[in-house]
């Protein structure tokens, strides 16, 4: 089948399409942070509220707004205080010059009684409310005595009224005002603050109050727009309750308006009801509640108007972006996408916390593979081979020093040993006195045959209580390696349910994302998960920016002057198209990094070491390195030091003590070895933020740090791991510094220089003659000297660790910002 020519054109249709829309998708988000510096950093937002509550009376006389708004401002945000006193003025004067002039006083009235409360150990928000209502009180009555000369009741109550209500006010915008003169992203409000912020926008729709447009009243427009959206974006009990409050608000401040609180609360529960209808179904709700509430209108406002205010407050409705509804709907608890968005970062901070605690399970799984029986080394003896234990023993009682020990040994050795085994299966069976045959043949054959019957009977009891010894053993072996795998899975299935709330750093992301506006960065979005010293955890969505690095050259190091820690690049997701945006994850990094070196041997240049080493980097902000000699050569030898090795790696990775880790795994091998095979460790723990090291030594040779020209010996004197169940460990505390050389080794290094007396002194020695500081280099000059002194034979295994403590110095210097610098802490 032939493709058309509109098939073939489709694809590129398509490309345009979408690159049409990334871009005008593009050109909102400028316009959006646009618009948004302009409401909130230069505070037109408060500007134009501040003039509406100027503006706002309640039974035409009573003016509650301005000085509550104007101290919440002044508390909040003091920058802004001038700005919003002009307003309310300018709101106040734009009524009358009488509530001009009255608004005046009160503010100056306000800032005196202010400027002298400092003399009290109160919390400046708590006595605030108490600071506004004295100033309201003492400014009416005195207005009062002024103009009339005389008080009466009425009076007395008028003024009280109009200051509790101050009062009241002036907590609702201390909650209120924030919500508008920041702006917060991914904050979740609580419903106190939903419910400020509904009380002080239809505050602000009483400084509209006698607006009229074509006939049409400006503040039943926009409180019907405002319960529309709500209704739209909380649903119907969020919607219903805009109304209620909202018309309660207007008919305090106009009593002709108080039908509308019942068509604006209809009216919300109905568009809440209905919004699964999209906006046409919320906006239907409101004309349905117009229609039936209108019904019941004074004569003097007919339904035609009734109707077209609705109207109108539908179109603004169905004119406002999708994207403003969404991102009030993120704020607005009880919502789908405020319940996603809280779900994101409990997803983070689950994983994280899963982890740790999957580390835990990996280590009960180490340990229950230490403790299997059908591990490398656990096989059970054959038949043949404890039969050949037990003719051993009972030889080496009768036959070692018998005169025919050549004979019956070494010329008759298959006879010998079948009548010796036939002895002890007829002994076991308890058959040998039913069997003359065999005790004849045994007298002509061995001149002490008694002896030997004697002998097999008497090690046999003994042979079978071992036996029985270590069956149990290995039972218990099974049922403790059982357990740790069920501890295992218990651990692992437990990561996979671990949740976790988030902390509220609200005030620092905005104070961060400000500052990083204020210079000319582009910044969509900023999460901080923890500002702890040391373990800062910020994500940030930014523009694509084609390769040139503005994470690491710009963002990183002015959060670094910022929050006073240096800050780095953790790990970068850059967009998969040029509109898009980088995810990117910003972290501390530590004081000190390890520069490390290693040169290793086995015994005769062999290819199975009986040394194991490795060099850990900790989560915790700490660097471990660790030797371990397994006791001999060879694969035994280098299956003990390397099971040590990775029982301290997975122990020390969950964040348990050293010490408690070395015992723990002592514990471990003490319990599984059943001969005389042991392994040293020497571990050293290196913390990255202030260099100070910890020394522990399980059997182990000297360590060495060389600074300069100084050489210092670190010693400790422990018995390898596996001999005793319990000890103490000796740790020995060392503090090093930049450029400090560590250098660790194992006995076949330190004592394998020959016809050298004193391997310390030697070993100092060659160390302080070193002419490099690279770490590689000095451990293959070690591994060279030693081996050179016994003309280049390897008599046993070998490892050096060498490792250089330098300062961590930033790829690119902070850049300063003053204003902001530490405020996010």
């Not at 349905?288 to 603004?316: C, F, K």
């Not at 919502?335 to 280590?363: H, P």
């Not at 999460?527 to 990183?556: F, Q, T």
Request: charged letters at 20%; glycine letters at 6%.
């Amino acid at each position: 089948m032939q493709k058309t020519e509109r098939d073939f054109a489709s694809p590129t249709t398509e490309a345009v399409f979408n690159r049409t829309r990334l871009e005008m998708s593009r050109v909102f988000t400028k316009a959006g942070m646009k618009t948004e510096k302009v409401l909130f950093q230069w505070g037109l937002l408060l500007l134009v509220v501040g003039f509406l509550l100027g503006r706002a009376l309640i039974l035409m006389k009573i003016m509650p707004f301005a000085l509550p708004f104007f101290a919440a401002v002044m508390a909040i945000k003091k920058e802004k205080a001038p700005l919003a006193s002009l307003a309310v003025l300018a709101g106040a004067f734009s009524v009358s010059i009488q509530n001009g002039g009255t608004v005046f006083a009160t503010l100056f009235v306000f800032l005196l009684i202010h400027r002298f409360s400092g003399i009290l150990t109160m919390d400046p928000l708590k006595k605030l409310p108490f600071t506004v209502f004295s100033a309201m009180l003492l400014t009416k009555l005195t207005i009062f005595y002024v103009f009339t000369k005389e008080f009466t009741m009425y009076d007395f109550t008028f003024v009280a009224v109009e200051a509790g209500l101050s009062f009241i006010l002036t907590m609702i915008f201390l909650q209120s005002v924030p919500l508008i003169s920041y702006r917060k992203r991914k904050q979740s409000l609580k419903t106190e603050e939903v419910i400020s912020l509904i009380i002080l926008l239809a505050s602000v729709m009483t400084g509209t109050i006698g607006w009229m447009i074509y006939g049409l009243s400006a503040e039943h427009i926009l409180s019907r727009y405002l319960v529309l959206v709500f209704a739209f974006v909380s649903g119907p009990t969020i919607g219903a309750t805009v109304g209620v409050v909202t018309g309660l608000i207007l008919s305090f401040a106009n009593v002709s308006s108080l039908y509308e609180m019942s068509l604006l609360a209809f009216s919300g529960l109905l568009g809440g009801l209905l919004k699964d209808g999209k906006k046409l179904g919320a906006a239907l709700g409101l004309v349905v509640g117009s229609l039936l509430i209108g019904l019941y209108a004074q004569a003097d406002q007919g339904l035609t108007t009734n109707l077209y205010e609705s109207l109108t407050a539908v179109v603004l409705f169905l004119l406002t972006p999708s994207f403003v509804l969404k991102n009030l709907s993120k704020l607005v608890p009880g919502t789908s996408e405020n319940m996603l968005e809280q779900q994101q970062y409990v997803r983070k901070i689950r994983d994280v916390t899963a982890n740790r605690v999957e580390q835990f399970s990996n280590v009960f799984q180490a340990l229950s593979k230490s403790f299997t029986q059908n591990g490398f080394y656990d096989e059970k003896p054959s038949a043949d081979k404890e039969v050949d234990y037990f003719l051993s023993s009972v030889t080496e009682r009768t036959c070692q020093f018998c005169f025919k020990k050549e004979q019956c040994w070494a010329q008759q050795f298959d006879t010998t040993y079948e009548y010796m085994k036939e002895i002890m299966l007829e002994v076991d069976n308890g058959t040998l006195e039913q069997n003359p045959r065999l005790i004849r043949e045994m007298d002509k054959h061995c001149v002490k045959s008694k002896k030997v019957i004697d002998v097999i009977e008497h090690e046999l009891t003994y042979f079978k209580a071992n036996q029985h010894l270590k069956a149990q053993i290995q039972e218990s072996r099974r049922i403790v390696a059982e357990q740790l795998h069920g501890v295992s899975e218990v651990m692992g299935n437990f990561a996979k349910e671990i949740k976790r709330e988030r902390e509220n750093l609200n005030v620092q992301e905005e104070q961060i994302l400000e500052a990083l506006r204020n210079f000319g960065m582009e910044i969509n979005q900023i999460e901080i998960y923890s500002l702890e010293p040391g373990n800062v955890d910020i994500e940030m969505w930014v523009p694509y920016c084609h390769g040139r690095g503005e994470c690491e050259k710009i963002i990183a190091p002015m959060l670094t002057d910022i929050l006073g820690e240096s800050i780095v690049v953790k790990n970068e997701e850059c967009a998969k198209y040029p509109q898009g945006y980088c995810h990117v994850s910003f972290g501390c990094t530590k004081a000190y990094v390890v520069d490390t070196g290693v040169a290793h041997a086995a015994k005769g240049g062999g290819f199975v070491s009986g040394d194991s080493y490795s060099m850990i980097e900790l989560n915790a902000g700490k660097y471990a390195l660790a030797i371990s000699d397994g006791m001999g050569n060879g694969e035994r030898a280098h299956y003990e030091s390397s099971e040590t090795l990775q029982l301290l790696k997975q122990i020390l990775q969950t964040g348990i003590e050293e010490t408690i880790a070395i015992k723990s795994i002592n514990s471990i091998l003490s319990l599984r070895t059943n001969d005389e095979i042991f392994s040293t460790l020497d571990l050293a723990m290196i913390d990255l933020q202030d260099a100070n090291v910890n020394f522990l030594k399980i059997g182990s040779t000297p360590s060495f740090i060389k600074r300069g020209d100084k050489v210092i010996k670190i010693q400790a004197s422990n018995l390898p791991m596996g001999i005793i169940e319990e000890f103490e460990v000796d740790v020995v505390n060392e503090q090093m510094k930049a450029e400090d050389l560590l250098i660790m080794m194992s006995d076949g290094v330190f004592e394998g220089p020959k016809h050298v007396e004193n391997y310390e002194m030697w070993m100092k020695r060659k160390i302080g003659e070193l002419q490099t500081n690279d770490p590689q280099e000095i451990a293959d000059l070690i591994m060279e000297e030693v081996i050179r002194t016994k003309s280049g034979l390897i008599e046993d295994d070998m490892t050096v660790v060498v490792a250089k403590l330098q300062h961590n110095t930033p790829k690119w210097s902070s850049i300063p910002s003053y204003a902001y610098r530490k405020k996010a802490q």
